[in-house]
C-alpha cells in the first residue's frame, strides 16, 4: 500500500518560512520522481518545485529563489523549504510520487500565509 503523507503546513505571516515534509511508505523512494504542487481556492492544481531521481531540480517561475526542494532517499522523504512567503502563495500543498505509469499523491497540507 503506498502512502504519501505530508506535514508541516500552517499559519504563517507574510514574509515567513515553513517547511514542507512528504514521507513516502510502500514505494523503492530512491527511483521516484517527487514534486509538489499546490491548488488555492477556486484554481487548478499547479506544479512548485521537482526533483528528479538523479537530484535534478525544477520550479515554477513564481516560487524561484524562494522555494528549495530535497530529498533524503535514507528517510524516503521529500522536502520543500519555503521562505519569502507571500498571501498568493496561500495553498493546499501535495506531494507528488511519479515513476513512468505509476503516479501517486499524499492528501495535502494546508499552507495559508496572511497577518
Known amino acids: 500500500q503506498v502512502q504519501l503523507v505530508e506535514s508541516g503546513g500552517g499559519l504563517v505571516q507574510p514574509g515567513g518560512s515553513l517547511r514542507l515534509s512528504c514521507v513516502a511508505s510502500?514505494?523503492?523512494?530512491?527511483?521516484?520522481?517527487m514534486g509538489w504542487y499546490r491548488q488555492a481556492p477556486g484554481k487548478q492544481r499547479e506544479s512548485v518545485a521537482s526533483i528528479t531521481s538523479g537530484g535534478s531540480t525544477n520550479y515554477a517561475d513564481s516560487v524561484k529563489g524562494r522555494f528549495t526542494i530535497s530529498r533524503d532517499n535514507a528517510k524516503n522523504t521529500v522536502y520543500l523549504q519555503t521562505s519569502s512567503l507571500k498571501p498568493e502563495d496561500t495553498a493546499v500543498y501535495y506531494c507528488n510520487a511519479k515513476n513512468y505509469h505509476l503516479n501517486y499523491w499524499g492528501q495535502g497540507t494546508q499552507v495559508t500565509v496572511s497577518s
Open positions: 510502500g514505494i523503492t523512494f530512491s527511483i521516484y520522481a
